[in-house]
């Protein structure tokens, strides 16, 4: 099993441009998961997958869009890139998620992206 | 104040040397997730508690939900050891899409 597959794994945009953060996971979990990684802050989600078709706003969703038509994969597209939007990107996965039956995260090993 | 506090923010060892990580937070939560993430960037979950303690290999966890604190512990540490460790929380009637993350405590094991 691969896990979670992260592409590409560096990625330099200008500011304007546009890119799809690729996240692919064969573990059929049914929460797939965004987020960026600033130096000194702890992670923050930007969008969350319940399963196919289904996607909703995390913390800092602003500057991205996401969609899930399938269980594996969970793109995470951003339209025209700023500065701002220089971090890591981390997608994870969980089998499950909820007070009564939590599961731990799969992570991907991270985009790192530059606006400049 | 952040809800998720680490401590130490840097902590440097002999290989060897017993280690200690902590948590603390300042909300009610269903789960404490402890993770590592290695030089090269990927991030592993090491251990999801809710009471208690957990143990795997040298690793051991443990919370104390009154005290709203969590310690991770290394035995015998190894500079394969080295890497940051980050806490995370879980709030009841939610799961991982309300995580809470600290910032990490960054770990170097000199040999």
């Known amino acids: 099993n691969a896990g979670v597959t992260q592409t590409p794994k560096f990625r330099i945009l200008k500011i304007g441009q546009s890119m799809t953060l690729q996240c692919a996971q064969d573990?059929?979990?049914?929460?797939m998961y965004w987020y960026r990684q600033d130096p000194g802050m702890g992670l923050k989600l930007i969008y969350y997958?319940?399963?196919?078709?289904?996607?909703d706003k995390g913390e800092v969703p602003n500057g991205y869009n996401v969609s899930r038509s399938t269980t594996e994969d969970f793109p995470l597209r951003l339209e025209l890139a700023a500065p701002s939007q220089t971090s890591v990107y981390f997608c994870?996965?969980?089998?499950?998620?909820?007070?009564?039956?939590?599961?731990?995260?799969?992570f991907g090993n991270g985009t790192r992206l530059t606006v400049t | 104040k952040n809800e998720v506090e680490q401590s130490p923010q840097n902590l440097t060892a002999q290989e060897g040397e017993f280690i200690t990580i902590n948590c603390s937070y300042s909300?009610?939560?269903?789960?404490l997730h402890w993770l590592q993430q290695h030089p090269g960037g990927g991030i592993v979950s090491l251990f999801m508690?809710?009471?208690g303690k957990k143990k795997h290999g040298r690793l051991i966890a443990t919370i104390n939900i009154q005290e709203k604190h969590s310690s991770l512990h290394i035995t015998a540490s190894h500079p394969r050891d080295s890497a940051v460790y980050i806490c995370?929380?879980?709030?009841?009637?939610?799961?991982?899409?309300?995580?809470?993350f600290g910032t990490g405590t960054r770990l170097t094991i000199i040999p």
């Open positions: 994870a996965s969980s089998l499950a998620s909820g007070d009564s039956y939590n599961s731990p995260l799969h």
């Open positions: 573990m059929n979990h049914n929460y």
């Open positions: 997958s319940v399963g196919a078709g289904i996607t």
């Open positions: 909300v009610g939560i269903s789960a």
């Open positions: 508690l809710s009471s």
């Open positions: 995370a929380v879980s709030r009841p009637n939610f799961g991982n899409e309300k995580l809470t």
